[in-house]
């Protein structure tokens, strides 16, 4: 495992950021240093007969799911053939009125892969304080009308989700992190206990969604899958 894991992941986080605030949120530019990320570091851990595709590493996949043709963020593939697929959202602003939208998005989004026998992984990254813009006529982001501070409300229901019982809507594994962003603009992760957060929800948070934990989980579903 990189041992410079989590410091990567913040230097790639910060590109699309970057890339984000000069591109804006419909190019799909802000995507290609985070996805890129994690494509590569996923296939460092796997042995021969593996590759991977994704927005900077060949091109994004797309698959016949079993409700819907769906183009995925990253797949990774046995001898050719596609075992396991990794689905990333990084939500920058505006969370709290599309949280559930996103979770439901998530549960069809895996049923309609899990159905055909194909793996798939979900990271998660949210802001521990998140900017709530007014999208008012003639302005590109709209003026900031509040910081929205994340809550156990906010991630119970991935918790419960990571607890249920292996349906089809739930991903083989599940990751997150929370990040704020320090005065020079780079991405840091969140002090948990500042939010307020259950013990139980921090412990889950440090370990089950840790980005160690997600890395090696994922890599261990592809040797399963291959």
């Given at each position: ?85 990794l689905s990333f959202k990084f939500v920058t602003s505006n969370y709290a009125q599309n949280s559930n939208n996103y979770f439901e ?50 991630i119970k229901k991935y918790v419960k989700l990571f607890k249920d019982l292996d349906f089809p809507h739930k991903p083989d594994v ?53």
């Amino acid at each position: 495992m990189n041992k410079n894991l989590k410091k990567d992941f913040l230097i790639a986080l910060k590109k699309s950021f970057w890339a984000y605030n000069k591109y804006g949120a419909r190019s799909n530019k802000k995507l290609i240093p985070i996805h890129s990320w994690f494509a590569k570091e996923i296939i460092s851990g796997l042995g021969s007969g593996y590759s991977v595709r994704s927005l900077g590493c060949d091109g994004e996949y797309k698959m016949e799911g079993k409700y819907y043709e769906k183009t995925l963020d990253i797949t990774i593939f046995y001898t050719q053939k596609p075992i396991v697929t990794l689905s990333f959202k990084f939500v920058t602003s505006n969370y709290a009125q599309n949280s559930n939208n996103y979770f439901e998005n998530l549960l069809g989004e895996t049923a309609n892969i899990r159905r055909i026998g194909v793996g798939f992984v979900h990271f998660l990254i949210l802001r521990g304080h998140t900017p709530y813009y007014d999208k008012a006529a003639g302005n590109k982001r709209g003026k900031l009308k509040k910081i929205e501070i994340l809550s156990e409300h906010h991630i119970k229901k991935y918790v419960k989700l990571f607890k249920d019982l292996d349906f089809p809507h739930k991903p083989d594994v599940l990751g997150m992190a929370i990040i704020d962003f320090d005065k020079r603009g780079n991405p840091i992760f969140t002090d948990l206990e500042d939010l307020g957060l259950e013990e139980e929800t921090i412990k889950i948070l440090e370990n089950d969604f840790s980005i160690k934990t997600f890395i090696r989980k994922v890599r261990a579903l592809c040797d399963l899958k291959s």
